[in-house]
Each structure stands twice: as structure tokens, then as C-alpha cells.
């Protein structure tokens, strides 16, 4: 079987490593928010270009401490793309405020700058743009928007550690930003967890409050707040990965490149476009068809796994009834969600199998 990801396969090549980390932690005696959580904050706002990053304990608490640690909240909108992982719009929801959908660009599946601006009203606070697959946001066009409307951004970046915008690096985009390191993203660790990136010291502050009971020092609060950290193991198996990322998103790319080279010639295929000015990291290599049913039976039947992200757009979620959105609100989004789907597409994907994937899909295809 080729699998979508192969965990199995690049933990391998890191297990020594990880083992003598984990063996370091163990004899430390200190497993939470020790020196280990501190590296990881410091090494990740360094690498991006930040001044602060705060770990949590996954991505979607990242998203929900940013959101109330930035005052929204009851009344709110917050506007995001209803094509994405359920989570982006759950935080949005989690803490009072309301999620406003807006269709996405057909080409990169992100955010369409122009649609969002029609969903903006007197009670929208902030926007939440989503680096979907690791392909970073129109993230100009989106904070020229937010300046005109006084608004916040807060990146999505839960599938995009080390792409970059403009020469940029995501996670230093926008008012904040929010990533996940559950096993299959594309720095991931081998559990849950998850990190805020920041350069407004204040927000920090709070975020750090926030993920530990509200606490100012220990046994005094001074408000209510979660228990979302990142465990001490975490973050000394995620500063193993962190030496790897490089290496990982390029052997990413390179991948992506070589599909594109080999099924150009699939008409029946359209493969993921890079704007020019990003560099994608392709978390996800996800392609578009017609006869999307068709293909991915005949890929299973050679043993290739496939996957569809995402088969159900947020606003038609049966949770988001009450958000009274109908079938026919974001055309393409819904168009994604019936053609779109994911190939095998991971670091450790050999050369040999990449060559097989290529050949059934130039085979049984199209016809
Ligand atoms: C994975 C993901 C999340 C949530 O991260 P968890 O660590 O699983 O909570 C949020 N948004 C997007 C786009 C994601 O892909």
C-alpha cells in the first residue's frame, strides 16, 4: 500500500534522535513548561520572524485562546473560508462569536480577497485566512482589507510551517498566527499539539495567562482560562523535527514538482498551481477532476491510498444549520469539495512508487 503519509516511514529517520531527547526529558524530572517548551517558543519565533510564539496544546486551542485573547466574542463575526478543516470555523463558534463564510479562488483554493469584502459588516472583528495545503493566503490584499475596516488577521496556518509569502514567512503575516503539530502535519509531532506566533508582546502575555488557568503567579488568577499546553516530550521531539523541516518541505516540493512535470499531459487532471511569489509546501498535493469517483477506485484498486479534503464545506455542515447558509452560497468551494482530492505526498515517498502513482493515473483515468 502507498499511503497518503507515511509516519511510520519518516519517524524512522528520526527515532535515535528522538529516543535520546525523550530519554534527556525523563531524567530532567520536569514535564511541563519546562526549558525544553521554552527552546521550541524561542527557536519557532526566531525561524519566523516574530518576536513571540506561544505553545499550546493543539492547533485548535491556538486558534480559540488567540481568538478570546484578542477580545472577540459575543456578537463578533469572524469571517474564514468555509473550505478548510472544521476547526477554523469550531474556534470561531467556541468562543461566542459567529463565523462568516466567504467563497475561495478556484486556482488556490484559498480565500478570494473580493468576496470577503462583502461579507464585512459593522460587527465583524476579525479575518481568518487559512494557508490551505501549505499554500500561503492572499495575505496583502487581506490586510489592506483589514486596514480599511479596523479588523484583525489571524493566519491559519495549521498546514503551512515553512512556506513563505513574498519572501515572508507565514506566521508573521498577520496580527497573529496559529499552527498544529498533530502527527500528519507537516511538522508535526507524535501527538497533539500546537503554537501561537505573535510580535504584539501584550497579546503573548495574555496567551500565556490564558493557556494556564489565567494564572498571574502560581495559585493566583485573574481570570478564567484553559489547560492548553504543550507537554515538555512534545517539545523535544518537535525540536528533532524542527532540524528536519528544510529538508522535509523541500523533498515535498520536489515531489510536487515531479507530478507536475509527468501528468501535464492528463487532461483529465488539473494539477495544484504555486503563485509566484510563494513558496508552497504542499502538506497536501491535492488534485481536481470530473471523474474524481473513478480515479481514486482505480488508485485504490493498485493499492494508493487517496483522500478527499474536504467532502462537506463548512456552511453546509449540519452544526451550521442555524447559520442559515443553502446549497449554492459559495460555488466554487462546493466545486472543490465534489473534485477535489489528495495523492500520496510526503517526504519519504520514494522515486520508484511516485513513478507508479504517475502511471496509473496517465493509465486509468479519462476514460
Ligand atoms: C489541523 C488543522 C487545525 C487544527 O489543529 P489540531 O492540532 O488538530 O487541533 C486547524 N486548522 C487547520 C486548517 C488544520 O489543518
Redesign the pocket.
Known amino acids: 500500500m502507498i499511503n497518503l503519509v507515511d509516519l511510520g516511514r519518516q519517524f524512522q529517520h528520526v527515532k535515535e534522535e528522538i529516543l535520546l531527547e525523550i530519554e534527556k526529558v525523563i531524567d530532567s524530572g520536569n514535564y511541563i513548561l519546562g526549558s525544553k517548551v521554552e527552546e521550541l517558543e524561542k527557536k519557532i519565533a526566531e525561524k519566523l520572524n516574530v518576536t513571540e510564539a506561544v505553545s499550546v ?7 480559540v485562546l488567540t481568538l478570546e485573547a484578542l477580545g472577540i466574542g459575543k456578537g463578533d463575526e469572524v469571517i474564514t473560508t468555509p473550505f ?5 470555523a ?2 470561531i463558534s467556541r468562543i461566542g462569536a459567529t463565523p462568516v463564510f466567504a467563497d475561495v479562488n478556484p486556482h488556490t483554493f484559498n480565500l478570494d480577497p473580493s468576496d470577503i469584502e462583502k461579507r464585512i459588516t459593522s460587527a465583524t472583528k476579525a479575518i481568518i485566512p ?3 495545503f501549505g499554500q500561503p493566503a492572499d495575505m496583502d490584499e487581506i490586510n489592506s482589507l483589514a486596514k480599511k475596516y479596523g479588523l484583525l488577521v489571524i493566519e ?4 503551512a510551517f515553512g512556506s513563505t509569502y513574498k519572501g515572508k514567512p507565514v506566521g508573521s503575516l498577520g496580527d497573529a498566527a ?5 502527527p ?2 507537516n511538522l508535526g509531532t507524535l501527538g ?3 503554537i501561537i506566533t505573535t510580535s504584539n508582546v501584550k497579546l503573548a502575555e495574555n496567551l500565556r495567562k490564558l493557556r494556564a488557568h489565567g494564572t498571574t503567579k502560581k495559585y493566583y488568577h485573574d481570570r478564567i482560562g484553559y489547560n492548553s499546553r504543550l507537554d515538555e516530550l512534545h517539545a523535544a521531539i518537535l525540536l528533532v523535527n524542527l532540524n528536519k523541516i528544510e529538508e522535509w518541505n523541500s523533498k515535498r516540493r520536489e515531489w510536487a514538482e515531479r507530478y507536475k512535470k509527468f501528468l501535464s499531459g492528463a487532461a483529465h487532471i488539473q494539477l495544484p498551481m504555486e503563485e509566484k511569489d510563494r513558496k508552497h509546501i504542499y ?1 497536501l498535493f491535492c488534485i481536481r477532476s470530473k471523474q474524481r469517483e473513478q480515479i481514486m477506485k482505480a488508485l485504490k484498486a493498485h493499492d494508493i491510498q487517496t483522500g478527499i479534503y474536504y467532502p462537506c464545506c463548512l456552511h453546509l455542515q449540519e452544526v451550521y444549520k442555524t447559520l442559515n447558509y443553502q446549497e449554492g452560497d459559495f460555488p466554487v468551494a462546493e466545486s472543490l469539495s465534489n473534485e477535489l482530492f489528495a495523492i500520496p505526498m510526503h517526504p519519504y515517498l520514494t522515486e520508484s512508487e511516485q513513478d507508479y502513482i504517475i502511471s496509473i493515473l496517465l493509465q486509468d483515468g479519462g476514460n
Open positions: 496544546a493543539n492547533g485548535t486551542d491556538a486558534l478548510t478543516f472544521f476547526a477554523s469550531e474556534s487559512v494557508h490551505l491559519d496556518a495549521c498546514q496559529c499552527f498544529s503539530f498533530f500528519t502535519k497533539d499539539g500546537g502538506h
